[in-house]
């Protein structure tokens, strides 16, 4: 076989995976939206009647609205913080630098959704903020305090601007370090101001790496569904989605208001790209070298290093309550500020329990098998883009990225479209054959196992992460060894896995270590494919145990320390392996 049929071999095997596990569930959701549910023998008729009927519910009108102010709202702070941040990590040296930066990425060790769990805790009407308000005498003893009152999108918007920052901070730090100083220099030197810099200079060449991390936080904060779930919160369209998933086998409305929010989801990309990614009449190219940060001394170092100790705490409150509360004795947390009986027993029980123990099974289960997929498809997708000179390895490179500017919800929402289309397609088999496939059925039926969906739908949630850790690779291994082997008579199967596989190892292990470390936390996926307990991952045993009576939301705790735990790991090593670098596993 010739490398050159190999390269379009890998081509269409490529495309045709993500025509169907990609475009199709989406193809699905538009599908029934437009057309809606055909009675049995008869066509499919074009209607705009659901979307009218969406747009003619003022709560699902409201939904849309809330939905959009969220994203909005947390991709402006996460901008006012990430910004700053990154232009003292790239510019300045100051004492503590190292430390500090490390631990303005521990947000990304915890979901969102988990630390919702410890925010309620702590601003709940008797909970430990205001335990200390009390205590200060702001208020009188026993005196509930509702923090947010009715506005619980406040909260929403806190939890998930404190965990998605550092995404957007991980694009800004390397979209500053890959200027060009001269350009800076050269504007100094004219008289320009530091305002007149940072606004003509440094911001437009720093726009890519903006809408890089600022897109992903945009849609991430308007689809997401586990924290507005932990408030309490249900005027936002995932929820409302979320809601509405035992009425997807007859009523279109609930696949019309996905459609509404994929096509929500690329306007906000659109306007960020318009924002963020517009072109701009400036010499924009990657610096050959790299400016040395300024020592910082004195008070200015001092500054410098309490801006990041102030975002770092902020950022750490849902982890402090997380922890706390997975420590405190079941009752313990009340009118205090920290528990007022501390126990190990629920990290003990979370390793132990009926309905803990099968969720880490699964999740270990699952996260290793879409790991595996990712590997072989994210190298095959790598060589494509790097190696080979096909016409359509752009493309490719588009839709491996595609999945991070897919809300979660929309695909979850796709698959379990597909499962009910492909069972569909059984039992008409089935009934013009006289036959009974019943088992086949079962094994796409997301109802009575899900398993295979969800190996699916993690793979290609996080193939992204393994296919840009890949592709860094290639591009620094050098293309002399493997032209060198083929020379000698090597295939191209033998060079390249004799020769390239052993040359990008530590990327592909990096990539392939963030996507088991996020397939295990996924939440849309898993709150909406898992139906049946015993095929619960992680994060649909915490959202149930945390309306669990007792020790459910202690026991969910423990569950997100550990996870915290497996997290800290992941993100250490693969930044030990990749550096800077590893900001482009956040990028489209």
């Known amino acids: 076989m010739t490398r050159r049929l190999l390269a379009y071999l890998s081509l269409a095997f490529i495309l045709a995976i993500f025509a169907v596990f990609l475009l199709w569930p989406i193809y699905q959701i538009v599908r029934v939206a437009f057309f809606g549910v055909a009675a049995e023998g008869q066509p499919a008729v074009f209607t705009l009647g659901y979307f009218k009927a969406i747009f003619l519910d003022a709560d699902l009108r409201r939904g849309l609205l809330n939905s959009a102010g969220i994203a909005i709202a947390v991709t402006f702070l996460c901008t006012l913080i990430s910004v700053p941040l990154a232009l003292l990590s790239v510019r300045y040296d100051f004492r ?48 509930p305090i509702d923090w947010f009152g009715n506005a619980r999108v406040v909260g929403v918007i806190l939890v998930e601007a404190l965990g998605l920052y550092p995404i957007l901070y991980l694009n800004v730090a390397a979209a500053l370090a890959n200027l060009d100083p001269a350009m800076e ?63 997807i086998t007859g009523n279109p409305l ?26 701009h009449d400036v010499a924009v190219s990657k610096a ?22 102030f975002v770092i705490a902020l950022a750490l409150i849902p982890h402090v309550g997380v922890i706390l509360l997975s420590f405190s004795g079941v009752g313990a947390w009340y009118e205090s500020a920290i528990p007022k009986v501390f126990t190990l027993g629920h990290y003990a029980t979370a390793l132990t329990h009926d ?34 000179t096909l016409p359509g390895r752009r493309t490719i490179d588009s839709l491996a990225m595609l999945p991070l500017a897919v809300p979660g919800v929309v695909l979850a929402f796709g698959y379990l479209a597909l499962s009910l289309q492909v069972q569909s397609w059984i039992g008409q088999y089935d009934k013009s054959h006289h036959t009974d496939h019943m088992w086949l059925r079962n094994l796409v039926d997301v109802t009575e196992n899900p398993t295979a ?10 193939l992204p992460y393994v296919v840009r ?19 000698l008579g090597a295939s ?97």
């Not at 335990?131 to 005498?137: C, G, P, Y």
């Not at 969906?453 to 996080?462: G, K, P, S, T, W």
Request: aromatic share 10%; charged share 10%; proline share 5%.
């Open 355 to 388: 309905m803990t123990i099968p969720s880490i099974r699964n999740s270990v289960a699952f996260s290793a098998a879409s790991v595996a997929i990712d590997l072989v498809l994210g190298l095959t997708i790598a060589w494509l883009i790097v190696r080979s």
């Open 469 to 487: 850790s890949a592709v860094a690779g290639l591009e620094q291994a050098p293309r002399d060894l493997e032209l060198a082997a083929q020379n």
């Open 254 to 279: 609930p696949y019309a208001l996905v459609v509404v929010m994929l096509l929500g989801s690329a306007l906000l990309y659109a306007v960020g790209k318009f924002s963020f990614g517009r072109t």
């Open 96 to 143: 503590g630098k190292s430390a500090v930066s490390a631990l303005l990425l521990v947000p990304l060790i915890l979901p969102p959704f988990v630390g919702a769990i410890g925010m309620r805790q702590i601003l709940g009407r008797l909970g430990a903020l205001t335990a200390i308000a009390q205590h200060l005498h702001f208020v009188a003893p026993g005196t």
């Open 492 to 588: 191209a199967w033998l060079s390249l896995r004799k020769i390239t596989v052993p040359l990008i190892a530590a990327n592909l292990v990096a990539g392939a270590m963030l996507a088991f470390a996020f397939a295990m936390l996924e939440v849309s996926d898993s709150i909406i494919l898992a139906q049946r307990q015993q095929y619960w991952p992680i994060t649909k045993a915490m959202y149930e145990l945390v309306y669990r009576l007792g020790d459910g939301p202690y026991l969910a705790c423990a569950l997100g320390a550990w996870a915290m735990v497996l997290l800290t790991l992941t993100i250490l090593s693969a930044n030990a392996f990749l550096g800077r670098r590893i900001g482009a596993m956040f990028r489209v």
């Open 453 to 462: 969906l969800l190996i699916i739908a993690y793979a290609m949630r996080r």
């Open 288 to 309: 050959t070298t790299s400016a040395a940060p300024s020592p910082l001394g004195g008070i200015k170092s001092l500054l410098a290093l309490l801006a990041f100790a």
């Open 185 to 247: 220099q050269a504007a100094a030197n004219l008289g320009a101001s530091r305002w007149t810099l940072f606004r003509r200079i440094t911001l437009p060449l720093m726009r890519p790496g903006l809408f890089a991390g600022g897109t992903i936080v945009l849609i991430w904060s308007f689809t997401e569904l586990g924290t507005p779930l932990m408030f309490d919160y249900f005027d936002v369209t995932s929820v409302q989605i979320f809601h509405r998933l035992t009425q």
